[in-house]
């Protein structure tokens, strides 16, 4: 069982930044991909960003150049920095983790283990 804890999101100006953090607590190994989705109301769970611990790097176009994804496998945390922000990017971004690499990361079926998510809000 992983416990997946979100921190880091805000309000901000469109062209700011934020950083997000995910803290992963429990076996290791539970935890070998991990990635970053969102969700607005009304639309599906989106993936934007995942890795895992061979520190291999999936974006979503909508974010490639942007984002950014990083893993510090010794204290299990996972990592988003977003740069260059747009009002689309607001949402409710979630961490997700799971033990295993399947078919595609950005896919929310891969994923076992979900964090409780933390807000992302982009003003024009």
């Known amino acids: 069982q992983v416990h997946l804890v979100e921190s880091g999101g805000g309000s901000v100006q469109a062209g700011g930044s934020l950083t997000l953090s995910c803290l992963a607590s429990?076996?290791?190994?539970?935890?070998?991909?991990m990635a970053w989705f969102r969700q607005v109301p009304g639309k599906e769970r989106e993936g934007v960003a995942a890795?895992?611990?061979?520190?291999?790097?999936h974006y979503a176009d909508s974010v490639k150049g942007r984002f950014t994804i990083s893993k510090d496998k010794r204290t299990n945390t996972l990592t988003l920095q977003m740069n260059n922000l747009k009002s689309e990017d607001t949402a409710m971004y979630y961490c997700?983790?799971?033990?295993?690499?399947?078919?595609?990361?950005?896919?929310?079926?891969?994923?076992?283990?979900w964090g409780q998510g933390t807000q992302v809000t982009v003003s024009p």
């Open positions: 997700a983790a799971s033990p295993s690499y399947g078919v595609d990361p950005l896919l929310e079926r891969e994923y076992n283990y």
């Open positions: 429990g076996p290791s190994y539970s935890a070998y991909l």
């Open positions: 890795t895992d611990n061979s520190r291999a790097t």
